[in-house]
């Protein structure tokens, strides 16, 4: 079974410009999350899709970031300005849909975008 | 929001067993506790979940006392493979949003 896909794998920009991410979750998987994972520190949810639908985004710094998950499937996020603060790796993982009031079931993480913002 | 407290660091040595404690004095009673794994320049892994007792599974164990205020994450005789960051999660789908927190960096030395 295809694991989660991200691309690109690395990129690197100057601060003011945009930039955006890629990633296709695992067949069958209804649910799409985006984390910011700055070095040292664990993964930070920016926003939680449920099919194309946005499930939580109260993490997302929306003047700067957005996303979205076009015919519930693949989703794009993008940085528009980046900052430097924005370095980071930018994880993509999906799940399949969980019933309310019960565990989150088991996100598949991609492997990242590592972001540098010069 | 339930917040979660681990220790930074921890090492270990080959063939032995580890134990890393979390606590979540404020855990909800829909919440669950969620493990998951991360090796460097990889994302985390899924290790194992429970609500309460004892859940075991091929990679490991999870101890989860009555009060559910704390949890142990048990890996039986690590190897080196298993130098990674432990993160331990609590929340549900009902609003209580997952949250990584620090995480417990384990060493394992030869």
């Known amino acids: 079974e295809a694991g989660v896909a991200q691309s690109p794998r690395y990129k690197i920009i100057e601060k003011r410009q945009s930039v955006a991410f890629w990633c296709n979750p695992i067949?069958?998987?209804?649910?799409l999350y985006w984390y910011q994972q700055i070095l040292g520190q664990g993964p930070k949810l920016l926003i939680q899709?449920?099919?194309?639908?946005?499930?939580?985004d109260s993490q997302l710094p929306k003047d700067r970031f957005s996303a979205e998950r076009l015919k519930g499937v693949d989703s794009t996020l993008k940085i528009q300005p980046a900052k430097l603060e924005d370095s980071a790796v930018y994880l993509c993982a999906s799940s399949l849909v969980v019933a309310s009031g019960g565990p989150y079931n088991e996100q598949f993480f991609g492997p990242g975008t590592r972001l540098t913002v010069l | 929001l339930a917040k979660t407290t681990q220790p930074i660091s921890m090492d270990s040595y080959e063939g032995q067993e580890v134990n890393i404690t979390c606590s979540h004095n404020?855990?909800?009673?829909?919440?669950?506790i969620t493990w998951y794994q991360q090796f460097p320049s990889q994302g985390p892994r899924f290790i194992i979940q429970?609500?309460?007792t004892k859940v075991t599974n091929e990679v490991a164990s999870l101890f989860i006392p009555a009060d559910r205020k704390s949890s142990t994450l048990s890996l039986p005789r690590v190897s080196l493979s298993d130098t990674a960051v432990y993160y331990c999660?609590?929340?549900?789908?009902?609003?209580?949003?997952?949250?990584f927190g620090g995480g417990t960096r384990l060493m394992v030395k030869p």
């Open positions: 899709f449920q099919n194309n639908g946005v499930v939580d």
């Open positions: 404020n855990i909800a009673t829909n919440d669950y």
């Open positions: 067949s069958g998987h209804a649910t």
């Open positions: 429970g609500y309460k």
């Open positions: 999660l609590v929340g549900n789908n009902a609003g209580n949003m997952l949250t």
